[in-house]
Each structure stands twice: as structure tokens, then as C-alpha cells.
């Protein structure tokens, strides 16, 4: 038990105090004969802005215990100097409880260690495959559904595919597998892998002159990897004790273990990953007729949705199609942020998906020749390495001293890291440290060590180099740390909102893990270790989502896309699953926003009873055309429906979506939304509003009663504001409960001041 003062709740911060980020983290290890044992110091919120004169307090705090100013300095593990105040330490029993007795101190809890039993993702959003009452066994994981997707192909001999325990295809399924190089339908296909097509078309077109490359193939398999990394992360089977070069051990499984994959191969470029509309427009018409049941995108087109006449072969017109059908089509946001307007696949009708961290890092002990052992951010494979150690302030240059030593090496942005490490990799260096200020995070996978520190510990190594004649360092193999202590962050390159063509239409819609996700690849395809990778993007997020969705639909298959898509957005977490705080990643890190993250964290539990639903049909996406400024022509070209767009136009702000941004509020706007009970038929909801600040929010009715004769029922939401001048965006929500389900929304608004 640890020791923690005031009421329970205070149990609740102790998760996040083991490490900060998945940046980095820092071992002080001093031989001693005195037992001491790790204790975690909370002391709540930061009382400096400044990161060092936090530090100086931790430090005089231990002072305070031990008997000199230097015990005191090397008995710390962390310092917890950003989003909150504590620091982690060597302690000995007696000295935890003289801590503890301090009025200064919230709690000093032990550390523990997590013991690994899987590979993590679906465990950390709350689906382990043990518990019997959960979405994963009452939607039987999906195996009467099928999952579509559009990649780069798929390499069959994975044991992800393996169909053991599989009862026959659905009897919907139309689809099939095509042969071609290297795919045999007969050999390569079964009750996992129910449909495999490729399409090249337009490959001369596009490509004059280029003929597919030797590493590819022209059939459904893909040497790339990419696709088979989406499909087993959406619908792997169970693949016992599956890693990445011993990193993330564990049971490898998909979102929906049981549901049926089918590939379209679309992407071939092996540098670029580059498809074409044509090629996209295609498979989305295939799958739609082959009768997928969801399918899965993790491609962003350069232009997210071209506005007035521009309805020709798009994603988001393959998309639009398909969802009309009944099949909800998830794509990712891109990774292009951490910059505002960079989402792209924002169409309404997309559930466009956010990439955070997952609760687990890579790290690797370094014992430096003076004992003390720091432990840095790592994804590294390779064997224990021991070395001489040297500082390279110009790595382009000053390179003589490099080969067979560590090199350290402080940098400021991401292109900087990129060059050191080639650098140093060409000139035979045994490994690279790479120092770098600010709150980020490295995915870089390399055989060789390849260690990742924060300004303020490379400092610490660079001082102990410049104090020995000969300094030494040694490098343990990669080491993986999972569980609570991992903080969650939106990653810095997941695209960011606000929406870039329609800001009334919040994007992204939803967040979910995108980073060193473990998933199947081809043996043979770059990064590859044993058939596995370790993947990094919203590419890799997007899969997530897809396979939850596929749960959610196999539990309610008579439910729209839009109201799954409402039933995801208005359930998801807005913390992370142990209730500590969602951050964005980036300079400076702050508490995570819609514009990160959307709705929240993804939450498939609380999804699959979300009382109400904003739903949408044809008509609303009639409506959207209408007030983009689309002719009535095209809609009625694009929709298959004889439309008038109404005179004046209807507001872009009334559309039926699962949130409400407003992004130019000058005088009182009223908003309207129409809810569906999809819960107990006597249900009576009451509104609970977090209005953003300085913006009044009216709601009428404040209640809604549903009965056997109401299933649906519309609402208004009047929305002023008492800022006198232009603000950014500031955030809320809105909430219809009815004291168990909570359905939440979003609530962004601008203010606009034209005559102050």
C-alpha cells in the first residue's frame, strides 16, 4: 500500500507520476549498502512556470530527509516539472513517512512494476479478451461481419489471417479473391482473409514509362507492408506471444478478432504510398457491391473535400457513397500536425480519427563509467552495446571521433535528429543520444541503440563527458514499460483542427492509439522484425476505431453510420481510462482540446449503450451540399435525388453533427439538433451544459421525454457571448443525461467583433 493522504480520489494522480510523457525518462542509480526502495512524490500543481526552480524545490524537499545536499541529488529518479509537481526518488521506509507527514505533500506511493499479458492497445481502451460481459464477446468479436480496406495490399502468411476457430463466410459477402503475382485465391484466402482485389489501371497514366517496381507485385499481396499492418491491428487474430524484437510482447489481436477481411489494393508507390483517385473511386465501388460491412481508410487525399464542381472520383465521393448504402467509412486525419487547419478526410459523413500515445514506452538503460544509469526513450532491437562515449556538437563535420563510439548530440527539430542519426550511422557509430528540449517523442525503430533525452539529461551526460579522461557508456538491449504511469498525449504529428474547408464541422471526430502500434507485416518488408512492426501515424489509429466500429455494428446492425459515428463521438473519454488528463504534444504541451482530439478518447464499452444519437440521412447530407455551395444539378448528381436547395439557404450550423462549432459568433445565434432514443423506451433526459468561457448557452427544452410515441425529439441551443473583442476558439460541452448515460458533444466557439 502506499501512503496517501486525504480522501481517495487522491489515488487517482498517482498513475501518471512514473513518467511525465512518452519522451523520456531518467534512472539515477548510486551503489549504496542502504536499502532503499523508489517512492513516488506527488505535490499537485506546479507552483513555477519555470521547469528549473521546480527541480530546486524537489531538491531541497529531499534535503530535508537525507544527510547531505549531494544524497539528496542522487537519490532522484524523475523530476515531474511539467504539467505537475513531484519527482520520484530512492527512499528508505522511514523517509517516505517523514514525506508523507508533510502538509506540502499530497501522497507517496511505492513504485510497482506492470507485468506484460498482451500487446496492449485494446487492453488500455478497456477490451480484454477475458471479460465475459463485454462488447468483444456480446458482438461474438464480430465474425459475422466483414472489414474493408483500402492499402497497399496484404501479405497472406501471416498468422494474422490464420481462420482457425472461424465458422463459414457470411452469407452476404459477395466478394472474392482475384490471383495475380505471388497470390494464389486458393492458397492464400479463407474464412479470415475472405477478399483480395488489386487495381492498376491507371498505373501507365500515372506512371509513364515506370513499370511496377521489382519489390512489388502485381496481385493483392503487398510487399510494402502497410496494409497488412491496418488489417491485423482492425482484425488480427489471436497470435500468441507475438513482439517486435522482444519490444511489446504479448497476445497480438485485432479490434474485431472474428470479423472477415477483405483487401483492395490501391496504394503500390513503395516511396510515397501514393494512390490514385481512380484507383480509390474503383475499390470503393468494389466493396460496396462485394458488401463489406465497414471499411477502413488510412490514406488522406491532398485536397480534404474540393468545394463547388469538383464531385468527380474522389475518396470523399467513394466515401459519400458508401455510407449512404449503410457502411460507415472511417478514415485518418493525417499527420501533418501539430499545426491548426492540417486535418484532412473531413467530410461530414467520415469518422476521421486522431492519433494519441498508447500507455506503454520503449526504453534502454544506459550505465555510464562514473555507475550512475539513466534510462532514455528507445525503440531499440539490438544487443547490449559498450562503448566510448563522445560529444559531437557539429555531427555534419565534426565526425573524426565517431566511429565505434556513442555519440551525444544535442538538436532543436525533427530534420535535425533525422540528419544525426544518418550521420553518425555512416561514419560506424556503436549508437547516438540524442538530446532535445521541449515535450516530444520519438518512434524511430533502429537495430543499433538509438536513445532519446530531454536538454536537461543530456546536459547530465555531456557533464559527466567533459569530467572524465575516458568516459564510458553501456547500453542495455530495449526494455518495454507499459500501464498507468504512461501519461496520454495527442501526438504532435496527428493532423489538427479546426476543419480547413467546413470550420462549422468539427475535425477531427474521435482520437485513439496511433503510436508503436504492433501489427503484422511481409518478412521481407523494410522495418520488418519476424513479420512484425512497430507502427507509427493516424494510418495506424484509423484501424483502431475500425475495428471497434465493426463491434459496435455487429451489436447494432440496424443502426445508420452517422448514429454510429454520434454513438462513438458522444461516449468517448475526455481523459484517458484511468481519468488522469488527455495532453497535445507540442511546444508548449497544454490539456488536449476538440481540435486535437475531437470527441475524446475512444470508448467502445460506453458506445455500445449510448441512450441518444444525433443521427443523419440523405436529406442531411443534401443539407451540407446545399450551404457549401454546391448546384442543384450536382447534388442531385451526387445524392440520386431531384433537389432544390431552399431560398435563403439553410445554416451550415443546424446540420444534425454530434457537435456544435461556431466559428464566427457575432450577435445570439440559435442552433438545432434532433436526438433518437436508442435506449429504454421510457427515458427522460435533462441538458447539463460546461458553456465555454465568457459564452452563454441556453437550451430549450431543458428536458427531454421519450416514450413509446417519441422516439425522437428536437432541441434548441441559443448561443451569445459577452467577449467585447475577437477571441480564439474557446471550448465546452453539452450534455443530455439521464443520470446513467451521459451524451456529450463538443461546444467550440469563436467570437467575432466587426464594430467593437
Known amino acids: 500500500m502506499g501512503i496517501v493522504k486525504g480522501s481517495p480520489k487522491a489515488c487517482l494522480f498517482i498513475g501518471v507520476l512514473f513518467i511525465l510523457n512518452l519522451g523520456f525518462c531518467v534512472f539515477a542509480q548510486e551503489t549504496s549498502n542502504e536499502e532503499r526502495k523508489i517512492y513516488i512524490v506527488h505535490l499537485g500543481v506546479r507552483q513555477h512556470d519555470d521547469s528549473e526552480l521546480v527541480s530546486e524545490s524537489h531538491q531541497r524537499m529531499l534535503e530535508s530527509v537525507f544527510e547531505s545536499e549531494e544524497a539528496a541529488r542522487d537519490s ?105 503475382e505471388g497470390f494464389d485465391p486458393a492458397k492464400h484466402c479463407n474464412k479470415k482473409l475472405v477478399g483480395a482485389k488489386y487495381f492498376t489501371d491507371d498505373w501507365d497514366e500515372k506512371n509513364p514509362g515506370n513499370p511496377i517496381t521489382e519489390d512489388e507485385f502485381m496481385s493483392p499481396r503487398g510487399l510494402i507492408g502497410h496494409g497488412t499492418m491496418v488489417s491485423s491491428i482492425a482484425a488480427s487474430s489471436f497470435v500468441p506471444n507475438a513482439s517486435y524484437g522482444g519490444l511489446a510482447p504479448g497476445l497480438m489481436r485485432g479490434g474485431a478478432p472474428k470479423a472477415r477481411i477483405a483487401m483492395y489494393k490501391v496504394a503500390w508507390d513503395s516511396v510515397t504510398m501514393g494512390s490514385t483517385t481512380a484507383n480509390m473511386v474503383k475499390a470503393f465501388d468494389e466493396a460496396i457491391n462485394d458488401g463489406v460491412d465497414v471499411l477502413s481508410i488510412s490514406l488522406a487525399s491532398v485536397a480534404p473535400f474540393r468545394p463547388i464542381d469538383a464531385i468527380t472520383e474522389d475518396l470523399e465521393l467513394g466515401s459519400f457513397h458508401a455510407v449512404t448504402k449503410g457502411i460507415p467509412v472511417i478514415a485518418g486525419g493525417s499527420n501533418t500536425g501539430p499545426d491548426a487547419y492540417t486535418v484532412a478526410n473531413v467530410a461530414p459523413w467520415l469518422l476521421t480519427v486522431a492519433a494519441t500515445n498508447v500507455d506503454r514506452t520503449f526504453y534502454a538503460d544506459m550505465t555510464f563509467g562514473n555507475n550512475i544509469t539513466i534510462m532514455g526513450q528507445a525503440q531499440h532491437t539490438g544487443k547490449e552495446v559498450s562503448a566510448g562515449l563522445v560529444y559531437i556538437e557539429d555531427y555534419k563535420n565534426d565526425i573524426s571521433s565517431v566511429p565505434g563510439k556513442v555519440v551525444l548530440t544535442f538538436v532543436k527539430e525533427d530534420w535535425e535528429m533525422t540528419s544525426a542519426l544518418a550521420a553518425t550511422t555512416t561514419n560506424n557509430a556503436a549508437g547516438l543520444i540524442v538530446a532535445r528540449s521541449g515535450d516530444h517523442q520519438s518512434d524511430i525503430v533502429y537495430s543499433q541503440p538509438f536513445i532519446y533525452v530531454d536538454y536537461e539529461v543530456g546536459a547530465k551526460i555531456l557533464r559527466y563527458i567533459r569530467s572524465s579522461s575516458s568516459p564510458t557508456v553501456k547500453i542495455s538491449t530495449g526494455k518495454t514499460l507499459v ?99 488527455i495532453f497535445a504534444e507540442g511546444e508548449p504541451r497544454k490539456l488536449a482540446d476538440p481540435f486535437d482530439y475531437g470527441a475524446g478518447l475512444v470508448n467502445v464499452e460506453r458506445a455500445k449503450d449510448p441512450g441518444l444519437v444525433y443521427d443523419m440521412n440523405l436529406d442531411d447530407y443534401i443539407h451540407y451540399f446545399c450551404v457549401t455551395g454546391y448546384n442543384d444539378t450536382a447534388i442531385t448528381l451526387i445524392t440520386g435525388k431531384p433537389t432544390k436547395c431552399s431560398s435563403p439557404l439553410p445554416s451550415i450550423l443546424d446540420l444534425n453533427y454530434p457537435a456544435i462549432t461556431i466559428p464566427d459568433l457575432e450577435e445570439e445565434v440559435t442552433v438545432t439538433r434532433t436526438v433518437t432514443n436508442v435506449g429504454p423506451v421510457d427515458s427522460v433526459y435533462r441538458a447539463v451544459v460546461e458553456p465555454p468561457r465568457g459564452v452563454t448557452i441556453v437550451v430549450e427544452p431543458e428536458t427531454l421525454v421519450f416514450c413509446s410515441n417519441t422516439k425522437k425529439l428536437g432541441f434548441k441551443v441559443r448561443v451569445s457571448s459577452s467577449h467585447k473583442s475577437n477571441t480564439g476558439f474557446i471550448f465546452g460541452s453539452f450534455t443530455w443525461t439521464d443520470g446513467t448515460r451521459n451524451v456529450t458533444i463538443p461546444l467550440s466557439v469563436r467570437t467575432r467583433v466587426l464594430n467593437p
Request: with cysteine.
Open 483 to 581: 500501464g498507468r504511469p504512461i501519461a496520454t498525449q495527442v501526438c504532435g504529428f496527428s493532423s489538427r483542427g479546426p476543419n480547413p474547408i467546413s470550420p462549422a464541422i468539427l475535425k477531427p471526430d474521435i482520437a485513439a492509439p496511433g503510436v508503436t502500434i504492433l501489427g503484422a507485416t511481409a518478412e521481407d518488408s523494410p522495418g520488418s522484425f519476424g513479420g512484425y512492426f512497430l507502427g507509427t501515424g493516424t494510418s495506424y489509429a484509423t484501424p483502431v476505431v475500425a475495428g471497434l466500429v465493426v463491434l459496435l455494428k455487429a451489436l447494432h446492425p440496424d443502426w445508420s453510420p452517422a448514429a454510429l459515428k454520434s454513438a462513438i463521438m458522444t461516449t468517448a473519454w475526455k481523459t484517458d481510462p484511468s481519468g488522469e488528463p
Open 76 to 180: 532522484i529518479v524523475y523530476n515531474y516539472h511539467h504539467g505537475f509537481s513531484g519527482f520520484a526518488a530512492r527512499l528508505t521506509d522511514s523517509q517516505a513517512k517523514q514525506l508523507s507527514d508533510r502538509p506540502d505533500v499530497f501522497s507517496v506511493t511505492p513504485n510497482r512494476k506492470v507485468q506484460l499479458q498482451s500487446t496492449r492497445v485494446y487492453d488500455y481502451l478497456g477490451l480484454p479478451p477475458s471479460f465475459p460481459s463485454g462488447i468483444l464477446h456480446e458482438s461474438n468479436m464480430g465474425s459475422d461481419l466483414v472489414i474493408g480496406f483500402l492499402d497497399s495490399g496484404v501479405w497472406p502468411e501471416s498468422p494474422a489471417f490464420n481462420d482457425e476457430g472461424l465458422g463459414p463466410i457470411p452469407k452476404h459477402w459477395k466478394g472474392k479473391c482475384v490471383a495475380g
